[in-house]
């Protein structure tokens, strides 16, 4: 049941930090530096990433979030990517607890269909699903290599995450394949008018994984603010962290 939290930060602010799909929570340390002097925050390595790869906890977004709030005090929560999908979960189904929500590069529904045109394309799910069973290091190589396309330097980024991606270990090839399930799965776009807590959105103008309209569109559901910022890609933290503390600082206001 082993999940690992680390506690970094010396600001009266309480966060909670969730990292994505494959990755780990020291991906996140250049927002962790961005947010230090504001907030305590509590980075998470999700179960079957990171340090938490031998967690036998859920990955499913109620499963997972009902578990932070359990290990976590209240507090602001920000999610990247799948992890926002967790925080979004959180919010709805925790208020009391998720007082906050900061979305980076994240969605309610991942794929494209008929009524969500804005979605990703369904069928680089189901390739990265099919790939995990034949070649698990190179989908991860794949997967990676579309988080910094749209970044400034494609290649220096992916350089930066392929350095950063095992430092805690691999991950686990369930969870993976949980989290594949997640993203193919996951509507919560009904839900979102019913959130009551405040919620910034935050999209990287150039990101190939999460369209900008989806992240703009929840913002508006949500009755939150939307910020994009214009030269990032998957991951606007990673060369543009003072960009996304700047976009989260009104919302850090409110949890004052």
Request: aromatic share 6%; charged share 20%.
């Amino acid at each position: 049941m082993t999940l690992h939290i680390e506690t970094h930060g010396r600001g009266p602010i309480p966060v909670v930090i969730l990292h994505g799909w494959a990755m780990h929570g020291g991906m996140m340390e250049p927002l962790v530096d961005a947010l230090a002097d504001r907030c305590s925050m509590h980075v998470v390595d999700l179960p079957g990433h990171g340090y938490s790869r031998d967690s036998t906890l859920s990955l499913e977004p109620s499963a997972c979030a009902q578990a932070i709030a359990e290990r976590t005090p209240p507090a602001l929560w920000i999610g990247w990517s799948l992890g926002g999908l967790v925080a979004m979960t959180a919010a709805l189904e925790h208020p009391q607890h998720a007082r906050g929500l900061g979305v980076i590069s994240g969605t309610p529904k991942f794929s494209r269909d008929e009524d969500w045109p804005c979605g990703s394309d369904p069928k680089l799910v189901r390739q990265l699903a099919d790939d995990l069973e034949t070649d698990y290091h190179a989908t991860l190589e794949r997967f990676i290599a579309l988080e910094a396309m749209g970044s400034p330097d494609p290649r220096a980024e992916l350089r930066h995450l392929r350095s950063l991606m095992f430092t805690r270990g691999e991950p686990n090839m369930r969870v993976l394949q949980e989290g594949i399930r997640i993203l193919e799965t996951t509507d919560r776009r009904a839900n979102l008018a019913s959130l009551s807590v405040p919620n910034t959105w935050i999209a990287g103008h150039r990101d190939r994984l999460v369209p900008p309209p989806a992240m703009a569109w929840s913002a508006e559901q949500a009755r939150g603010t939307y910020h994009e910022i214009a030269h990032a890609g998957h991951a606007p933290f990673f060369g543009y962290a003072n960009d996304v503390a700047n976009a989260l600082a009104p919302l850090l206001d409110t949890m004052q």
